[in-house]
């Protein structure tokens, strides 16, 4: 069976920070591209950061390039997304998702895979 797990979700005060892990299991990681993505309430849904295949290729859309880092470990089957000066404006639910093929546009996708998701929350 093929899953995608997120963790790493939590309650942060502004400037603080997570970091996200997103496990895969029932697939080999290696041949899959990954795009993390948040939803918030009342907002569309946001592509946060994209990693290639081998991980040499990373993506990020201004609101939070700087701020955020995406890395993976093939080896065990597992992407990161280091969040570090999280707003208020981050918070949301994040999710990873995993496609065998390259995106024309990550942001969009369509990717495959999709976690259930880690909720972010950012207050003081």
């Known amino acids: 069976q093929l899953q995608f797990v997120e963790s790493g979700g939590g309650l942060v005060q502004p400037g603080g920070s997570l970091r996200l892990s997103c496990v895969a299991s029932?697939?080999?990681?290696?041949?899959?591209?990954i795009g993390w993505f948040r939803q918030a309430p009342g907002k569309e849904q946001e592509g946060v950061a994209y990693?290639?295949?081998?991980?040499?290729?990373?993506y990020y859309p201004d609101s939070v390039k700087g701020r955020f880092s995406v890395s993976r470990d093939n080896s065990l089957g597992q992407a990161y997304l280091q969040m570090n000066n999280l707003q208020p404006e981050d918070g949301g639910f994040y999710f990873c998702?995993?496609?065998?093929?390259?995106?024309?546009?990550?942001?969009?996708?369509?990717?495959?895979?999709w976690g259930q998701g880690t909720q972010v929350t950012v207050a003081s």
């Open positions: 998702a995993a496609t065998a093929s390259y995106p024309r546009n990550w942001w969009l996708g369509p990717y495959n895979y």
């Open positions: 990693i290639s295949k081998s991980g040499d290729d990373t």
């Open positions: 029932g697939f080999n990681l290696n041949g899959y591209v």
